[in-house]
Each structure stands twice: as C-alpha cells, then as structure tokens.
C-alpha cells in the first residue's frame, strides 16, 4: 500500500512529539519536585535556627554558672552573705547579696575598695514587663574610692523567675533564705526560661572541692 509524503511527514512528527497532556503532566511533576525539595530545605533551616538558638541560651547559663562559681569560691567563710525575697509588683522574686573586691562578681578586675553585689531579677525598662537577670553593683560607704550609685549589669534576658535556696549542713536541709554570718555549704539556682518550660538549675558548692 502506497503513502503518500505528507500522510508519513505526519506519522513522523507524531512519533517524535509531546502531547499537550504529558507536557502538562511533567510540568506539573516538576513543580511538586520543587515543593517537596523547598520544603525540605525550609524545615531544616528552621531546625537549624532553633537549634543555634537554644545552643546559645544554653551557653548563657553555663557562663552564669562558671561566673557565680568563681565568684564565691573566692569569698571567705566569713564574708557577707544574704539572701531573702523581696518584693517588685506585689510578687515576691529572690535575690541573694554578698561584699566583693574587684573579680567576677563586678567584672572588673580594676574596681576600687569594697562593693555589695546583688544577684536579681530587674524590669527590662520601666515599662516593660520582661525581666532580666544580672548584678546590682554599689559601692560600699566605708569604701575610699567605691561608687555612689548603683550600676546594673544585665547577665541574662528574658526570664520568667528566679528561686535560690541555701544547704544548711547544721539542719541537714534546704533553707529558702539566709541569714547571714557564715556562709552556706551549697547554693541552689533555679530560673524559669522564657524559652523552655523547664527551669534551669544548677547547685554551686561555695568551697573548692579535691576531684
């Protein structure tokens, strides 16, 4: 049987072609690929954010550890310690307070004569509800070259609370303040996390233990 050249021109270019339908669909292929792939790579990127995040607000806490640490460490048995409760906004919040030379507890190794550093909770600003963590500084009156004022030095933003409690070894127990004289064994720090709903403690020995 005979064909004519334009009949197989047409078969040839049928046979080598796409229909509209399976351009589409390839198309369509395509792009929920690209979704799939995007939305992969988003989700890992956000892990990742959150991740570093909270591998920083972790590091924090750790410098806030080894700080108070080195801090206390260094007082002697007999240096001023106290801690209490006090009240901001009608809600009581801890605070603890102690005498120091220049060294951890004011950041500085040059600060002149003796200072009162307290570990509290402090507003962000006067009306803002966030409250931040970190040293109140003031110079002692008996101090030559102290400072008059109080300075505030943030340690750690946003958090939610802050509980301290104190190892008595006379009465074997947990005490929630302390009264002063000598200082207490252990020192217990817990704070509630803005970005966690399980608070960060830690226990810091006030003597240097052999290991």
Do not use: C, H
């Not at 690929?33 to 991740?51: E, K, T």
């Not at 809600?91 to 200072?115: K, M, Q, V």
């Amino acid at each position: 049987m005979f064909i004519g050249p334009d009949k197989s021109r047409l078969n040839i270019r049928n046979s080598i072609g796409f229909t509209l339908l399976e351009i589409m669909l390839a198309v369509a292929i395509l792009g929920m690929m690209s979704l799939a792939i995007f939305r992969f790579v988003q989700s890992n990127m956000i892990a990742m954010y959150l991740s570093s995040n909270t591998a920083a607000a972790d590091a924090q806490y750790g410098g806030l550890r080894d700080l108070l640490t080195a801090e206390w460490q260094r007082l002697s048995i007999n240096s001023k310690m106290l801690g209490e409760p006090f009240k901001m906004n009608d809600r009581e919040r801890d605070e603890i307070r102690w005498s120091s030379r220049a060294g951890p507890g004011l950041l500085t190794r040059y600060a002149p004569g003796e200072f009162t550093v307290v570990l509290r909770l402090q507003p962000e600003n006067e009306k803002g509800s966030q409250l931040d963590l970190g040293f109140l500084r003031k110079g002692q009156k008996d101090s030559d070259r102290g400072e008059a004022r109080d300075t505030w030095v943030p340690l750690i933003k946003n958090v939610n609370s802050l509980q301290i409690s104190y190892f008595d070894p006379r009465a074997n127990d947990w005490l929630p303040r302390w009264p002063g004289g000598q200082l207490p064994t252990l020192v217990k720090i817990s704070v509630g996390r803005a970005d966690s709903t399980v608070p960060w403690e830690t226990v810091i020995p006030l003597r240097r233990t052999p290991y």
